[in-house]
Structures are given as structure tokens and as C-alpha cells.
């Protein structure tokens, strides 16, 4: 039995596909490489499913010239998109790297067989849970939509506004920061007190070897206050999906 699917179809699922690719690459948790290219690649095409019939709807003339030039302005579309919530969801990392920093985990990075790259212990766990919080949560189908609600902003072809662009990355990455230090904040401040106590007790007694028991205390007291920052988590992650989602409506073809 053949089947009959006309060009302006094929053109449409062909263009939507395009951006969600863009977008399937770099926004997170798709962008993992414990996802097979195969998975991404259907899931570009599940999602392109979604927006397919916006992508009809603004269609227009179906030349050779016009298709690939819409393509790669689509891809390029979807990247920045991708690029945005990358930037939103680095904050629950960023948080635990700093962790691993002022606590002493980072002297010795682990190697994650998932993303096939060093990583530091309490920075990955951190990612792991931002992603199992992102799913349970429902925080996924908010990229989905923001992915949808996109085409009002940037229709098909549409051109990314250089002047937006800037002013979206600059309070993508502001706020990245200062989320990664709400959260992270106070075990750092802890873990500083300690630093202080320590330092004022070998000054009292030279005799004793602090310095030689530093790392076990902060080592244990990272471990012990950690479980305050899980609790932050789900609230932090749905104000930085929230606010990605807000950052594709502000962005506005020229």
C-alpha cells in the first residue's frame, strides 16, 4: 500500500524538526550523552510533532532555496533556545561544584561513565537529582511548552534578534550565579566558620596538629549539612524552569 503525503507536509515536519533538533542538543536532560543519537533523533521528531501544525500554518513558498535556508535559521533558532535553559538548569551543578570546592571533594574528580567525562562527586549528584526533580515534577513538559510557545515570538524563519540576545544570556548567567549561591551559601558560610575555628585553634594550641584533621571535619560536615540543600532544590528548579520559559516569550522576531 503506498502511502500519499504531500510536499507542503513533508516541508512542515522537515522545518519543525529542525529547530527541536537545535533544541534537543543543548537543552538539558536531553542534551545527555548517556542518550543515544538514535533517541535524540527520535525525540526531535516527537517533538517536532508537537509544534507541526504552527510550522504549517506558517509555511511558505516551497523552493529548494527557501527550505535550506529555513532549516539552518531553525537549527540555529532551536540551539539558542537549547543554549538558554542550559545556562538555567548549570545553576543546580554550579551549586554542588561549589560544594566540592569549599568542602574538599574536588581533589579528586570521579569519572562519570555516563557523560564519559571527570565530574566532581557532589556537582554530579546534584545533576542527577535536578534531573529525576525535573521529570517527577512535570518540569519537562514546561521545556516542551516553552518550545511551543517559541513559534508566537519566532515564527518560521524568523530572524534571532541580536539585540535581545545579549540581554537574555546576561540574565540567564546572573541569575545561574546567584541561585548556585542561594543554594550553596550556607554550607559555604559553615564550612568557613569551621575553617575559622580551626585556624583560631591551632593558634591557641600549636602543639596539636589541626591542620592534619582539617579535611576529615569538612569532609564530615559537608556530608552532614548537605541534606539541608535537597530540600531547596525543587523550589529553585521550578523558579529557573519557570523563568527560561518566560526568557522564549520576551525573545521577539526584529
Do not use: W
Request: include cysteine; proline fraction near 5%; glycine fraction near 8%.
Amino acid at each position: 500500500m503506498d502511502l500519499d503525503v504531500s510536499e507542503a507536509t513533508l516541508a512542515a515536519l522537515l522545518l519543525a524538526t529542525a529547530r527541536t533538533a537545535g533544541f534537543v542538543l543543548l537543552a538539558p536532560p536531553f542534551n545527555s550523552k548517556a542518550i543515544p543519537a538514535t533517541v535524540k533523533g527520535a525525540l526531535s521528531v516527537c517533538l517536532a510533532l508537537v509544534v507541526f501544525h504552527q510550522v504549517q500554518a506558517q509555511l511558505g513558498q516551497l523552493s529548494t532555496g527557501y527550505l535550506v535556508l529555513t532549516a539552518l535559521t531553525e537549527v540555529v533558532i532551536g540551539a539558542a533556545l537549547g543554549f538558554v535553559v542550559q545556562l538555567f538548569f548549570a545553576a543546580i551543578q554550579l551549586a554542588g561544584d561549589i560544594l566540592d570546592v569549599t568542602g574538599g571533594f574536588s581533589l579528586q574528580p570521579a569519572y562519570d561513565p555516563l557523560s564519559m567525562s571527570t565530574a566532581s562527586t557532589i556537582g554530579r549528584l546534584q545533576n542527577l537529582l535536578a534531573i529525576g526533580l525535573l521529570f517527577t515534577s512535570g518540569g519537562h513538559l514546561m521545556l516542551v511548552r516553552g518550545l511551543y510557545t517559541s513559534y508566537q515570538g519566532l515564527p518560521l524563519g524568523a530572524v534571532l534578534p541580536a539585540e535581545q540576545i545579549g540581554p537574555t544570556v546576561v540574565h540567564a548567567m546572573s541569575t545561574m550565579f546567584l541561585a548556585a549561591l542561594q543554594i550553596a551559601g550556607p554550607l559555604v558560610a559553615v564550612l568557613l566558620l569551621s575553617d575559622v575555628a580551626l585556624g583560631l585553634l591551632s593558634r591557641a594550641s600549636p602543639q596539636m596538629n589541626i591542620f592534619s584533621l582539617g579535611f576529615p571535619v569538612k569532609i564530615m560536615l559537608t556530608l552532614l549539612m548537605l541534606g539541608l540543600t535537597f530540600p531547596l532544590l525543587p523550589t529553585a528548579l521550578d523558579t529557573l524552569m519557570e523563568t527560561a520559559t518566560r526568557a522564549f516569550l520576551a525573545l521577539r522576531a526584529g
